[in-house]
């Protein structure tokens, strides 16, 4: 088994996956543990949608209507929420708290997705994080039956990865940038 270090260099978003998806139970156990995530009071401010087969169209026709696209355009830009077989719409559900604030329990949410994008890479599953200006757009809202209070973080377009295994890839980032000493 892969530690949490391996899997994290080793993770990449996959564009390309086949139509084999996660069932609808090994979807439960992954957010089971998912939802493991640090989280202040246990608020547990998220949910997931599964959107598999036609459902997917709902998702597209809402982007393109928060798009404001039309006929040929609209129609291209709804093909693109069919990339996957299956699409886990992550929402932030805020609960009512005087000692966690809302920012910290969309933290806790992207947390989640995040948790979720490492744990279908551990079955073999590509993953692909999807968010985007209209997110957060009433089409959206609408389209996903979304509370009042919920607000969308984004899509994990998620099937069985097709791309090649890849070696562990060199750190993007400038460490030194990022961390210092008080």
Known sequence: MASVYDALHERRSSSKVSDEAPSHDEILELVEAAGQVADHSGLTPWRVIEIRGESRRLVGESLAAA?????????KSIRKSFRAPLLLAVVVSP????????WEQEAVASGV???????????GYGAMWRTG????????????????????LGWIYTGRRVDR???RRRSRIDVARHVSTL
């Open 165 to 167: 295994p890849r070696e």
């Open 113 to 123: 997705a995040h948790a979720l994008t490492l744990l279908l890479h551990e079955r």
């Open 133 to 152: 200006i209209q997110t957060r757009s009433e089409p959206v809202r609408i389209a996903h039956r979304l509370g009042s209070d919920e607000q969308m």
């Open 95 to 102: 609960r009512p708290s005087v000692k966690v604030p809302y």
């Open 67 to 75: 798009s404001g696209l039309h006929g040929h355009d609209a129609e």
